[in-house]
């Protein structure tokens, strides 16, 4: 009875290891599927969270993305993590399987599973068969060194695939942030998780029939080169496409469009981003007809007043006073100025059907007129049109003639020409002169004078003798020109080069030296 009690005892620590040994197995086996799964699921994320941002969230795009990774990560789950778990493995097959790693047991331990369990009592030969495969079992340190290095190799695996992903999620491009998040959110729409987008001026617009609309596009979360809008006019089903012009201030796009006599639809593409559908609604309202302007320039220019009959941009002397007389297509009860950044504008007085204002340019900016219409509100009656102040110039003066040093006895005479200009009037045009770098004496070749002579060509005679030189003395000369702005703000005066005339001797005689 002992010896049966001591034999179950041992069949006991037998079948113990076994399922040791399969569980540690298991365990192995579920450490490299899940980093199996990890890895080849992450790669799959990746692709699918790259396509979805070179198709720039398309709403199609996102939804077979979603669908493909969901279900790469299903069956992966399934061929990777549960199948291995799920497969039966007998005690005869984890002892084989330990017989293989371990030789040392020398068959022992398969032929001690079998025939543990067996129904009846051990003999003698059974009882010395599990005796030696325990005995055996515990020299190979009851199988634990067999899956000992596989299972380190395989947590260490699992570590560096966990390590990769997670370093290529925190410092990974930023759109895998975005497009995972929507990816891995069923809920989420695409519009909106989408980085991308255009943001287009003015959207839908009423405007006046026949009028022109400025049409601006900014680029959000991309940069681009092009930027193309699809127009659809009236009920045409044909899409006309342009290319629109980067603007010079900022990052927008800009495209004007011509002569809108009927409704008309278009939409704002680039890099395969979309903008919604924007229509311009035209009716008959005010809008501009026709611009007058009196420029009143500066006082100091000397200039008459100079008018330009329908016009529109501006470009004058900086601190020139603008008069503007529009004339609208229909009638309308007022109108009113705004320029660049302003919501409401100054009102212009209403005289004889038409309306009139003015201001002063200071600085660059637009401006755009506005007229009352339906309901009492006002709406947009013209184009932007430009305000560009010019800047006064100095003058420019130079020595004509000679125009370069010279060589003269003190008797001779030097004639001397100056020519000066200046874009809005020349005021005093002088030439200076010293003689051996004393004191500065002038000569004036041209007053001040309103009325503003914008070009001038004068001369001067130095009589040489007049001034008592002497061999090796030194006249020097030079002209000054100012403008008509000369001793107010900003006025300008500029100096000719310099030229020399050294005074030699009456005459001299050379021989041939011996």
Known sequence: MQRWAKTRNTEHQLLGIVRDVRRRWRMRQ????????????????????????????????????????????AGLVAWFVVRPLLRRVSDAQVALYLEEHEPSLKAAFLAAIERAGSPGAP????????????RRARRVDRGRRVERDRLRRSTAWFAGVA?????????????????????????QTADAANPYAITVEPGDALIARGSDQLVRAFPQGFETDEVEVAVRRGESEVWERYFMTPAAEDAA???????LDEPTDYTVTSEGVRSPVFTIEVADLPYVDRIDLEYRFPAYTGLSPRTVEDGGDIAVLRGTEVRLRVTPTMATEAARLAFDGEEEGTALEPVDGAFETSFTVTGETFYRLEFMGPGNRFVIGSPDYLVEPLDDQPPGVRIAEPGRDTRLSPIEELYVEVE??????????ELLYSVNGGEESSRVLHGTARGGTTQLSGGHTFFLEEFGLEPGDVLSYYARAT???AGGPGGGVESSDIYFVEIRPFDRNFRQAE
Do not use: C
Not at 123 to 134: K, N, P, Q, T, Y
Not at 167 to 181: D, M, W, Y
């Open 123 to 134: 003999s003698g030969l059974d009882a010395r068969l599990l005796e030696v495969a325990a």
């Open 253 to 259: 796009f800009e495209i004007l469009l011509f002569d």
């Open 420 to 429: 000066a200009e200046d874009d809005f009037g020349l005021g005093q045009v």
């Open 483 to 485: 403008d008509l702005r």
């Open 30 to 73: 579920l450490i490299q599927g899940v980093a199996v799964t990890l890895g080849i699921g992450f790669a799959v994320f990746f692709v699918a969270t790259f396509g979805i941002d070179r198709l720039r969230f398309d709403d199609g795009a996102v939804l077979v993305f979603r669908i493909l990774l969901w279900a790469a990560a």
């Open 163 to 187: 390590s990769a992903v997670l370093l290529v999620a925190l410092f990974g491009p930023a759109f895998q942030g975005t497009a995972g998040s929507l990816l891995l959110s069923p809920w």
